[in-house]
């Protein structure tokens, strides 16, 4: 019976696959399955390719009320096997926030790649955004979150 759980595992952990374009987010750390050396790179249709969620809600980035939507972090973690209890999210200015994976349990938060309907360029806080579920969490809406909402993602190290 172990045997089996082994060897079901052990396929699961190859089911990750290349990029086949650039990737934009490079998930590194405490993970168990990897398609780049001991990293997991994801493009833009690996991301679209995991379960979706739209979040609307006002940010105080943004003018009035805002659809986002992208793949959910939690569907990210569970994609790599990450192990571990906090997350590391690195932006394309090396800005980082740690962030408790239980945020990612708790709460439908989101990597938006788009806004409106629109992809999320650099200018636009793209690649990917951290977007928290303000709207539908009002408590959420507080200093401690606000810094863990980072913008221009493209890093993310599971410890």
């Known amino acids: 019976m172990i045997a089996a759980g082994v060897a079901l595992f052990s396929t699961h952990a190859l089911a990750l696959d290349m990029p086949e374009g650039p990737a934009i987010l490079v998930v590194s750390g405490k993970i168990e399955q990897t398609n780049v050396g001991d990293e997991a790179h994801f493009d833009k249709l690996m991301l679209e390719a995991l379960a979706q969620h739209e979040t609307v809600s006002h940010t105080p980035w943004y003018d009035g009320e805002v659809r986002f939507s992208g793949p959910l972090g939690r569907a990210i973690l ?20 740690s962030i408790p994976i239980s945020d990612f349990e708790d709460y439908e938060v989101i990597l938006a790649m788009q806004a409106n309907g629109k992809s999320l360029r650099i200018r636009d806080h793209g690649p990917l955004f951290v977007i928290y579920p303000f709207d539908t969490h009002p408590e959420l809406l507080n200093e401690e979150i606000l810094v863990r909402s980072v913008w221009q993602v493209n890093r993310i190290e599971v410890e």
């Open 78 to 97: 569970d994609a790599v096997g990450a192990t571990g209890r906090s997350l590391r999210v690195v932006a394309l200015n090396d800005y980082a926030a």
